[in-house]
């Protein structure tokens, strides 16, 4: 028969109540969030429940009852916490591992219980037990807190440490016999030690919770940050085909830059075979011809480079990028599709320091993107110019290029620059709203208009900084790229 009066007035049966309702309360308010991190907590929880309460009952039930399968529960309750936590670390325990060291802990317990008939090394046992797993728990309360910046984990950290505290006293005063077991068991079953129980499992499940919801907050913060980073990843796909439809108004360009160094490649080739066949070369003769191969391979990889660095997707790389080598090498490019469309290249630049902090390839796209508007505007005509001026107008570095074709009609005016805005009939409408989004990206800005004397006008502003400065020190005069 259970003694009604004894479950009413031990302290433990009241923690046990306590320790129902906790988890039942946790995983109502964790619906929606119920990883395996909150099962174990709350499933723990009950565990540490039906423990106390078997605990509490102790010589109104059998032994067996109140003793190890009390004692065993807690054990696991204990054990369960600890994977709760390792769950919110990704690093669980395996269950084989959990079932062993429950069984050596209940031949423990038992052995001593049973076997040495020792209540004093039982009481030691049970309570060096309990402070290892508080410990641990506190630890692991630690790094959660450390790895996740979860705020909640270090009210956890807090009540496993005071824990550790209280039981620890208590192993020390039971050894030094400053207290009986008598004492220690009174102690467990006091009102004290109830009220104690009671609050810290109170304050861990609030802790847990908080916890719980910091790592939804986390997870869902971090989604946002994939979102982000999916769609900062789509727009470097984005200019990069961009960049690669460029690649049709430079291939006839490069054909005729990589023809250069090949056909001297051929030639030197050529004369070193017959000079050698002909036994009319010596040694330092032929090691010059070798050198002259050498070099315009080195020419005809340089080039190659060059259009793999400019196709190929990346992310940003800052650099103290000369604006006159840029204009020219970006002409460079379009040079001979130019000339084929009877299109002269005319270029102007202010003296002095035109240099501005950026990513080079993506400013030389914008370039290029300009250049192919304009040759593609002045398909129609007979012949056509396209001017280029690299200013310094403070606080600006100014890229002025404009050409003499139709220029910009009203509704092209209001609406370039948008996503996929095209007049053309294969256009695709990315290429001037990427160059806008770039120089922004830089902190400058691209204007559109109509020349004074017809054709359109792009305008490149770009910060004017002290380069160098930035690159060694990033202060507030600096863009932020
Ligand atoms: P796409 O070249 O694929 O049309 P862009 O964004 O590069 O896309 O250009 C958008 C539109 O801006 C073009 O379709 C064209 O109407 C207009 N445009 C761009 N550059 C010039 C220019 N130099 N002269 C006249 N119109 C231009």
Known sequence: MINLQLIISSPLLVTSVIFFILPLLTWVVLKG?????????????????????????????????????AILLIYFAALGRVQSLLYILRKPLSYSFMLLSALLFIALFEGIRLGLEDGELRILFSLSI????????????????????FSNAYLLVFVQLVLVIIISSNIIKLMSGLISPEDIMANIISLKAGAIGAIAAVIANFAFIGMSLDSVISREAKLEINKFDAINKSQLVIAQLDRQRSLGAMAASLGHELNQPLTAIMTFTQMAKQGVNKGLLDAIQLNAILDEVMSNTRRANLIIEKVRGFIRPEALKKSCVPMDQLVK????????????????????QDKGSLIVLGDETQLS????????????????????????????VKPWIVIAVSD?????????????????FTTKPDGLGLGVSISKSIIEQHHGKLLMSNAKDGGALFEILLPDVDCDQCKKSDTDACPKI
């Open 33 to 69: 969030q119920r990883y395996r991190s909150v099962s174990y907590w709350c499933a723990s929880g009950l565990m540490y429940g039906l423990g106390f309460f078997l605990m509490g009952l102790r010589g109104t039930v059998p032994d067996w009852v109140s003793f190890p399968v």
């Open 130 to 149: 309990n402070m290892v797993f508080c410990a641990i728990l506190g630890v692991l309360a630690w790094r959660i807190a450390r790895l996740y910046r």
């Open 329 to 348: 090498d970006a002409a460079q490019f379009i040079r001979q599709d130019a000339m084929s469309r009877n299109v002269e290249l005319v270029f102007s």
């Open 365 to 392: 796209q914008v370039l290029l993107n300009i250049y192919r508007n304009a040759l593609e505007a002045m398909a129609g005509q007979k012949t056509g110019k396209i001017y280029t001026a690299v200013q310094h």
């Open 404 to 420: 003499n074709g139709p220029g910009f009609s009203e509704t092209v005016l209001e609406n370039i620059g948008e996503p996929f």
